[in-house]
């Protein structure tokens, strides 16, 4: 666990028009309050009647010898609550709203009986719940429904939220300054993560791997002094999916922008190509489009008791780039020259050289479906099962340069990715006792993420260094074929024991995850010459004092680059939390979360290494303390504070390193041109074969 955040934290917050959060569930959350007279007292053995607005879920309790009642387990939504008690008027209060990971508190002052009529709570000015130690930013179904995300990928609006931004690569959110790797994508209760990628599973530079539609709520928590938070050091991002009502209900989306809305891109101010440059008409006319479409349904299977959704979307973007090459020297006319320049010669792709590839356009198609299905059953008053799917499915077409109009690429130069990914998740959450509440929860999952080169015929060919990259990128993708598969188990269980003023909590939190990985770079060579001159002296059989700068690498692996491992990531945390001090204006949690991650041996070690080359075994034991004071008593003004240690585990990538990197099982060879390739490579296959890699003349 090297990666690791030591916290303390202290907030004032002020009373708003919000319910406050106590982190109750990582699927629902919870109701509670108190039951008092006019008369100020309290009112013991009240009867309260708890109903779903939406789907009709009904639980039932009484209030304790305080006046304390708690509904815990409750699937967000919109609920009515009744209050009866013997002598007093009936009250019923149909506006309440149960939040993710949120306690709603509502509190009661019952009249004395003088007629049959029910008294409706309009409204109460909201007061702030003492209980949680800690504050995340909570997203409303209503703010996930409202608002606008370009390419439909909900984990976007985490950015929405106090410390979050866009990482450098853009495709990452950083919260609080960690890495966008060191972020816990939670939906449903399980981990929606790629142990191997640190990503969220499927992959962050696909257009979405989860629907928007599919998604009901969802809050980024920092700082978290709940031990049953972990394996973050940014934000553990939560959130839960949407679920099937008593009414039969639907909708259909598309948004469609055709090529026609698109204009030419503008002329730069210096195009030293032209006229055959930028500012081409070919080059700056753009070939776009964009299709994203959805149908989701719900609704009753038995009103009342089972419910079902389904979500679908799809999306496919089209665009279009020309490979620009020359930059219109007398070395680079040459380079092209029919019959004697190295670029007319060399086969790029079957049946297509160098030159034949360039200004000829390829288009790059992403295309994406998504499917989510679930079902919630309420068994009775103290049972309720969820059970729910999801299937990722990306096909991108020329696609190593995703969203971005290229003119230094061939299409020889791309590689078509196809990832997938499957999880299931199935809850059972269940009242063992007016006391003691269990969560239980397990996961299958799995996702696969190949990609294939569009031509092995030649060796990856670079040309002319620039800046920041090359002004030929032709022949094959110098990592690909590659490929990433994984599958994981994950079993969770949460325990919480409630008794006078004390809660306390316990729960496990096991992943068996097995990775494969291909990654072999270079492994059918590549070339890098430093301009148009260079590769033609190098063509033409120049001294090597013309060949300055060129140079040719090998990769070589007796596994073909595949490494296979396995990880078991156990987790366990235990917390106890006090409400009784300062007459019940402070309270106190203490917890501890456990951490092991044990890795699978490598399989061809390096005996020099002395088993150096592999991934540690490594576990962590992280404290974590937190408090809430009511200054005031009024329940106005609230200070929290903490302080804790948040660990998170290594991504598999770096386990194969350790198993690759180890000068057996991936080697590179790197030698400037003008040395015998041939002969150091031996029987592999020879640089850039006469037989195999150019046309005859």
């Known amino acids: 666990m090297p990666a690791r955040r030591t916290t303390a934290l202290l ?5 708003c028009s919000v319910v406050a959060h106590a982190q109750t569930s990582t699927t629902s959350g919870a109701l509670r309050g108190t039951v008092r007279s006019k008369a100020k007292g309290v009112v013991a053995n009240a009867s309260l009647t708890l109903r779903n607005l939406e789907t009709g879920l009904t639980r039932t ?14 699937p967000v939504g919109s609920y009515e609550l009744t209050v009866a008690a013997q002598g007093l008027r009936t009250a019923k209060d149909a506006s309440l709203r149960v939040g993710l990971g949120q306690t709603a508190l509502q509190n009661f002052s019952l009249d004395a009986v003088e007629a049959s009529a029910v008294v409706m709570v309009v409204v109460e000015a909201a007061s ?3 209980a949680p130690d800690q504050h995340p930013v909570s997203i409303s179904q209503e703010l996930v429904d409202a608002i606008p995300v370009n390419g439909r990928n909900f984990t976007d609006l985490v950015q929405l939220t106090p410390g979050a931004a866009n990482n450098s690569e853009g495709y990452r959110t950083a919260v609080e300054g960690a890495r966008g790797i060191q972020n816990n994508l939670q939906i449903d209760g399980g981990s929606y993560n790629s142990k191997f990628n640190g990503e969220q599973r499927g992959g962050t530079r696909i257009p979405f791997t989860f629907g928007q539609d599919s998604i009901k709520e969802l809050q980024v928590i920092t700082n978290s002094f709940d031990a049953q938070f972990g394996d973050a050091v940014g934000a553990v991002i939560n959130a839960v999916t949407k679920t099937g009502t008593n009414e039969t209900q639907g909708m259909v989306f598309m948004l469609f922008r055709p090529n026609s809305l698109v204009s030419k891109v503008k002329p730069v101010p210096y195009d030293p190509n032209a006229p055959n440059g930028v500012n081409s008409d070919e080059a700056r006319t753009r070939s776009y489009q964009n299709l994203q479409l959805g149908f989701n349904l719900g609704g009753p299977i038995l009103k009342d008791k089972l419910h079902y959704f389904l979500n679908v979307e799809m999306a496919r973007k089209r665009e279009d780039s020309i490979p620009i090459f020359g930059d219109g020297s007398a070395a680079s006319t040459a380079f092209f020259a029919p019959g004697t320049g190295m670029g007319a010669l060399l086969l790029t792709m079957p049946g297509r050289t160098l030159a034949q590839e360039n200004h000829r356009a390829w288009t790059d198609e992403q295309k994406n479906l998504v499917v989510m299905g679930r079902l919630d059953w309420d068994i009775n008053q103290d049972h309720r099962a969820t059970l729910r799917m999801n299937s990722q499915n990306y096909q991108g077409l020329n696609d190593i340069y995703a969203g971005s109009r290229r003119n230094d690429t061939a299409e020889s130069g791309n590689s078509t990715m196809k990832f997938t990914s499957l999880s299931t998740v199935l809850e059972l959450s269940s009242t063992l006792s007016p006391s003691l509440l269990n969560e239980a929860r ?7 993420r190949p990609t294939t080169p569009n031509s092995t015929l030649s060796s990856p060919v670079r040309i002319g260094r620039l800046t920041s990259g090359y002004d030929i990128n032709a022949g094959q993708y110098y990592i690909d074929p590659r490929t990433t598969d994984e ?5 969770q269980d949460n325990l919480t024991f409630m008794t006078g003023d004390w809660v306390f909590k316990g729960g496990v939190d096991f992943q068996f ?4 990985n291909r990654y072999l770079p270079n492994g059918n060579g590549s070339w890098v010459f430093p301009s148009y001159l260079a590769a033609q002296n190098w063509f033409t059989g120049s001294p090597a004092s013309a060949l300055s700068g060129v140079t040719y690498t090998q990769g070589y692996s007796p596994t073909d680059g595949v490494s296979s491992f396995s990880e078991k990531f156990l987790a366990g945390y235990v917390q106890a939390q006090n409400g009784s001090l300062f007459n019940k204006r402070l309270l106190v949690s203490l917890g501890l979360r456990y951490t092991a991650e044990i890795w699978s041996d490598n399989p061809n070690h390096n005996p020099k290494l002395q088993g150096l080359d592999r991934a540690p075994n490594d576990k962590s034991l992280d404290p974590r303390f937190g408090f809430t004071l009511d200054l005031f008593g009024n329940a106005k003004t609230i200070l929290r504070g903490g302080y804790g240690w948040f660990s998170v585990s290594n991504p598999g990538q770096t386990t194969s390193g ?5 000068g057996i099982n991936l080697v590179s060879y790197y030698m400037p041109a003008r040395a015998d390739a041939s002969a150091l490579l031996g029987t592999r296959r020879p640089a850039l074969s006469a037989s195999q890699r150019w046309a005859a003349p």
Not at 11 to 15: F, H, N, Q, R, V
Request: net charge negative.
């Open 11 to 15: 907030l004032s917050a002020l009373a």
């Open 61 to 74: 309790t009484t209030t304790n010898a305080n006046g304390e009642y708690h509904f815990a387990f409750l």
């Open 128 to 130: 702030l719940d003492v």
């Open 442 to 448: 397990i996961q299958f999952s799995s996702e696969k």
């Open 487 to 491: 599958t994981t188990t994950q079993i």
């Open 513 to 516: 995850i097995d990775m494969k």
């Open 658 to 662: 350790a198993i690759m990197n180890n």
